[in-house]
């Protein structure tokens, strides 16, 4: 169990922030690198041509190792639809087939699908949340000899159901299907091994569990999949380009791996220093580590809010850092403003009260939202 690492972020201790699956904050570490990344960009006669290609190695470095892929695995992008378009932009679909996604799913992973199946006469195929049972078997039962197609998450955004990613990769594997997955919202908090999972293509945006600046992201590329085409074409793909006088000598190889699919300008001198702060901190506490320390925490929340006839779906059932609490007649309408007024910070998402804590949380944060939730019930 990691103890609460309050003192590493600039959180007032009156503030119960139990939202980071909306924007995680950034550690007084990063905003310091930040801060002197951005003073750097006043001083341009100091940034040199090796700047353009250091920082950005060692931050797909970082996350290669957070999902114990290479560092040539790795791209850096924007956004996590970025990701998503350079993945549906190399995944062949054709007349009849299907593209498997969860109802409800975030439209990151969901409208580039929806385009390459209307432009190939395929179709979409939504997996229904089953009232009883699990949501894996849901989709394993969905998969057959027409899906093309299976894009992902490792757990729900609403309110975290959990996927079991290895037999829906195995079946993805029997079936010959692509694998797509969305890991914005486990990615930093979930374990995730691509050498055992296998996708074709990952994506997560790094402003939520990463902890790091919006604008910021990375792109996992199965290596038999780095042969494919960009969505756009950036000089500093290109092999040589460390070379600036060379550039006006068009060179049509890329650079090795997945760095193909880097987005342009992704050497960002303002951002790429706090996403290495960023990673670092999340690979020093140990990714295990924060997973069994939020799951803890929101057992314990989840235990008392039974008491208020809240309920959330099984610890077994959804990813342990997520916590949806279930109002029988709906969310009502003034909570989320009361819960705001004491200090407490929540999403709601479709019917259910999302409560996403990280290792800044501490019992007294968990005391302040009972608090408030009982006040407000
Ligand atoms: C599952 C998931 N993916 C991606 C995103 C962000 O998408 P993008 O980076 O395309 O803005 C979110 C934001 O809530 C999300 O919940």
Redesign the pocket.
């Known amino acids: 169990m990691i103890p609460s690492q309050r003192h590493l972020f600039d959180i007032p201790g009156d503030i119960a922030y139990f939202n980071c699956?909306?924007l995680g904050p950034l550690s007084n570490a990063a905003v310091v690198a930040g801060r002197e990344a951005t003073g750097r960009k006043a001083r341009p006669w100091e940034i040199g041509s090796e700047d353009f290609f250091r920082e950005t190695e060692i931050a797909r470095g970082l996350f290669a190792t957070l999902i114990n892929a290479e560092e040539d695995d790795v791209a850096l992008i924007?956004?996590?639809?970025?990701g998503?378009s350079v993945a549906a932009r190399n995944t062949r679909l054709a007349a009849g087939q299907t593209v498997v996604v969860l109802a409800e799913?975030?439209p990151?992973?969901v409208y580039a699908w929806r385009e390459s199946a209307r432009r190939a006469g395929a179709s979409v195929l939504a997996v229904e949340r089953p009232a009883h049972g699990s949501l894996s078997r849901a989709v394993l039962d969905a998969l057959d000899e027409r899906t093309a197609i299976v894009a992902l998450?490792h757990c729900h955004?609403a309110d975290g159901a959990l996927l079991d990613l290895e037999s829906i990769a195995r079946r993805c594997r029997e079936l010959g299907a692509s694998l797509i997955l969305?890991v914005?919202?486990s990615a930093g908090v979930m374990p995730l091994d691509v050498k055992v999972i296998q996708p074709d293509f990952l994506?997560a945006?790094c402003?939520?569990w990463l902890l790091g600046p919006y604008s910021t992201?990375f792109l996992y590329v199965a290596p038999h999949r780095q042969e494919g085409t960009p969505i756009e074409f950036s000089w500093r793909a290109r092999r040589g380009s460390e070379n600036f006088a060379g550039l006006v000598n068009y060179e049509d190889a890329y650079l090795p791996g997945a760095r193909r699919f880097d987005v342009g300008e992704c050497a960002n001198f303002h951002t790429i220093p706090a996403v290495i702060a960023a990673l670092q901190q999340i690979l020093d506490w140990g990714v295990a580590e924060i997973a069994a320390t939020l799951a803890a925490r929101n057992a314990d929340i989840a235990a008392r809010a039974g008491s208020l006839e809240l309920q959330s779906l099984d610890a077994g059932q959804r990813a342990g850092h997520f916590l949806g609490l279930g109002f029988e007649r709906g969310v009502p309408e003034t909570l989320l403003a009361q819960l705001r007024k004491a200090n407490v910070y929540v999403s709601v998402r479709g019917n259910t009260l999302r409560i996403t804590p990280h290792v800044y949380n501490n019992d007294a944060d968990v005391e302040r939202l009972m608090h408030a939730l009982e006040r407000a019930m």
């Open positions: 699956a909306y924007p956004a996590a639809s970025y998503i799913q975030f990151s992973n998450p955004w969305d914005t919202q994506v945006a402003y939520k992201g």
